[in-house]
């Protein structure tokens, strides 16, 4: 990934990077980034000498046929991890286990707190499980990342992205080993999350707000099939509107016809 995307990625979008020296030059590490674009995950790999380990679905790597191929090989060679979304608890278990293979290996495990990409580029929640509890049960650091424009180089509808220059915030490591051991402790895992996603909102500048990602895509879903509900209805209205008003004016000169 870094000879085949991460050098003209470089050479192109010119990212800059403040912090590069707070990532160890060796050992396990939690990197906890907002989450702006689909290109984080390239970005950042690509600023960094080490290799960074994300998550993705397992789908990514099972799709059969030519483009499914292609697509797994892609993903494998950017060193995404296939997680199976299926059974009761999903992708978070999933998630967890394997942030926690990644980090007794002593590598960097890549995740977004946030769950998914924010909509309005502002910073959202953070969900208080897989981050959390990878960091509880290992031991290892949690660095905070901020991405800096990166939903600017190619916002939704646009085909062709625009030359920019990101930015790249690494912060200071974060220890929570005094928490060790208590990653079944809901308040722990929440107090966790919290204090990373504030050194995420100081480096990134982002506003915040106090509500899932996931909760505010739903409601703009919902208020965006509202309004064309509405524009349908509004356009039905107005049909039938017309309709009747034609059908008086015909009336009106049958009337009139039969009048004269």
């Known amino acids: 990934m870094k000879v085949a995307i991460g050098g003209p990625l470089k050479l192109a979008f010119r990212p800059w990077v403040e912090g590069r020296e707070n990532i160890p030059a060796e050992g396990p590490a939690i ?3 907002n989450h702006l674009s689909f290109s984080d995950s390239f970005f950042l790999p690509s600023v ?12 990514y790597f099972t799709t059969p046929g030519v483009k499914g191929r292609l697509t797994a090989a892609f993903f494998k060679g950017v060193g995404q991890l296939p997680v199976d979304r ?3 608890r999903g ?4 998630a967890i286990k394997s942030g926690i293979e990644v980090i007794e290996r002593g590598e960097l495990f890549g995740i977004y707190p946030e769950g998914t990409r924010s909509p309005d580029g502002r910073l959202y929640r953070g969900k208080p499980g897989g981050l959390a509890r990878v960091a509880l049960a290992t ?9 800096i424009d990166t939903e600017k180089i190619q916002p939704p509808g646009q085909v062709m992205p625009k030359l920019m220059r990101p930015g790249i915030r690494i912060g200071r490591p974060l220890d929570f080993s005094r928490y060790q051991g208590m990653e079944h402790d809901r308040f722990v895992l929440r107090a966790v999350t919290d204090e990373v996603m504030y050194e995420i909102m100081k480096l990134s500048g982002q506003e915040y707000v106090d ?3 996931t909760a505010m895509k ?10 064309k509900e509405a524009e349908r209805a509004a356009k039905a209205a ?5 309709k009747e008003q034609a059908e008086k004016l015909r009336a009106t000169m049958e009337q009139d016809g039969r009048e004269r």
């Open 91 to 94: 992708a978070g278990e999933a």
């Open 86 to 88: 299926s059974g009761a």
């Open 139 to 147: 031991g290892a650091p949690v660095i905070p990342v901020a991405m």
């Open 31 to 33: 990197l906890a980034s």
């Open 238 to 242: 107005l049909a039938r509107a017309e």
């Open 48 to 59: 960094l000498d080490r290799k960074v380990t994300f998550i993705a679905k397992a789908e």
């Open 211 to 213: 509500m899932y990602a």
């Open 218 to 227: 739903r409601q703009l879903s919902e208020a965006a099939k509202a309004e």
